[in-house]
């Protein structure tokens, strides 16, 4: 049974401007959104032109930093994937697809799974039940920045693991709340995106919640480019006069931070099935 001892209290800067709570759960270091919106209206928080994983706005400075971060954390993503022994990928969380399109130019077979986003091609799916359906098991399987939106989270991780084949790679990336930029942004902290963000993890949360179901977990890397995004996205959310200075200084220095504690603002972990 969960615990409703308050993480943090903050809102929808982006959409609705609600209140919500960050609760502490019954497992060590996952907090949850509270309240949780149900599937059926989840829907409506996406809608906003600013959202830059659902929407294309080239003229929108908020979309350029996204969408060039992106370009420049594909190479750093790549590098953690083993794709020279890969025949075919499963990306959670497609949104756009852009990187599954990416991953189809090395010949490899790549799906994705996206629930928001409508989409035409035959190789995204729904929803993770549909891919179960159709008996297909996979080399690598990712999820960047997509565990966080799940409703049925630990019905997700398992269904991940069993996706996987034997010796598969499983690699996640998730923000970080005990990161330098998270506390001190505190409730304007652009990592915590409620009520899009249904789930935030600490380093032992996400490790933890992969290792009990069978994983073996292999290494974790730190995403520097993120810590400049989400401290720019909170700087918007405080209204700030000087958005483009004040990230500099503040990613800059909660990276340096985090050389010493191993706190950075988002990390990718690798895990094997074996």
């Given at each position: 049974?969960?615990?409703?001892?308050?993480?943090?209290?903050?809102?929808?800067?982006?959409?609705?401007?609600?209140?919500?709570?960050?609760?502490?759960?019954?497992d060590?270091?996952?907090?949850?959104?509270?309240?949780?919106?149900?599937?059926?209206?989840?829907?409506?928080?996406?809608?906003?032109?600013?959202?830059?994983?659902?929407?294309?706005?080239?003229?929108?400075?908020?979309?350029?930093?996204y969408?060039?971060?992106?370009?420049?954390?594909?190479?750093?993503?790549?590098?953690?994937?083993?794709?020279?022994?890969?025949?075919?990928?499963?990306?959670?969380?497609?949104g756009?697809?852009?990187?599954?399109?990416?991953?189809?130019?090395?010949?490899?077979?790549?799906f994705?799974?996206?629930p928001?986003?409508?989409?035409?091609?035959?190789?995204?799916?729904?929803?993770?039940?549909?891919?179960?359906?159709?008996?297909?098991?996979?080399?690598?399987?990712?999820?960047?920045h997509?565990?966080?939106?799940?409703?049925?989270?630990?019905?997700?991780?398992?269904?991940?693991?069993?996706?996987?084949?034997e010796?598969?790679?499983?690699?996640?990336?998730?923000?970080?709340?005990?990161?330098?930029?998270?506390?001190?942004?505190?409730?304007?902290?652009?990592?915590?995106?409620?009520?899009?963000?249904?789930?935030?993890?600490?380093?032992?949360?996400?490790?933890?919640?992969?290792?009990?179901?069978?994983?073996?977990?292999?290494?974790?890397?730190?995403?520097?480019?993120?810590?400049?995004?989400?401290?720019?996205?909170?700087?918007?959310?405080?209204?700030?006069?000087?958005?483009?200075?004040?990230?500099?200084?503040?990613?800059?220095?909660?990276?340096?931070?985090?050389?010493?504690?191993?706190?950075?603002?988002?990390?990718?972990?690798?895990f094997?099935?074996?």
């Amino acid at each position: 049974m969960e615990q409703q001892q308050t993480h943090i209290k903050t809102k929808d800067f982006l959409v609705s401007n609600e209140e919500f709570v960050i609760a502490k759960t019954s497992d060590f270091g996952l907090l949850k959104t509270l309240p949780s919106p149900s599937k059926d209206k989840i829907h409506k928080y996406y809608k906003s032109d600013k959202y830059t994983s659902h929407h294309s706005q080239k003229s929108s400075r908020f979309n350029f930093i996204y969408r060039t971060s992106r370009k420049l954390n594909l190479f750093f993503k790549k590098k953690h994937l083993n794709l020279n022994s890969c025949k075919n990928l499963l990306d959670f969380g497609s949104g756009d697809g852009f990187f599954i399109q990416s991953i189809s130019e090395s010949n490899i077979r790549a799906f994705g799974v996206e629930p928001v986003l409508p989409t035409k091609s035959s190789n995204v799916f729904k929803q993770l039940s549909d891919v179960q359906k159709k008996g297909l098991q996979f080399s690598i399987i990712t999820a960047w920045h997509s565990l966080e939106h799940t409703h049925d989270i630990h019905q997700t991780s398992q269904a991940l693991v069993d996706l996987l084949e034997e010796k598969g790679r499983l690699v996640v990336a998730v923000p970080n709340y005990e990161s330098y930029d998270a506390l001190f942004y505190k409730s304007f902290w652009a990592g915590y995106d409620t009520p899009r963000h249904l789930w935030h993890f600490n380093q032992k949360a996400i490790i933890d919640m992969f290792v009990k179901r069978g994983l073996t977990f292999r290494y974790s890397k730190p995403m520097l480019l993120d810590a400049f995004y989400v401290s720019y996205l909170s700087e918007i959310n405080k209204n700030s006069r000087r958005p483009i200075l004040s990230t500099f200084l503040v990613a800059f220095f909660s990276n340096l931070k985090a050389v010493f504690t191993n706190q950075y603002s988002s990390n990718l972990f690798v895990f094997e099935k074996t």
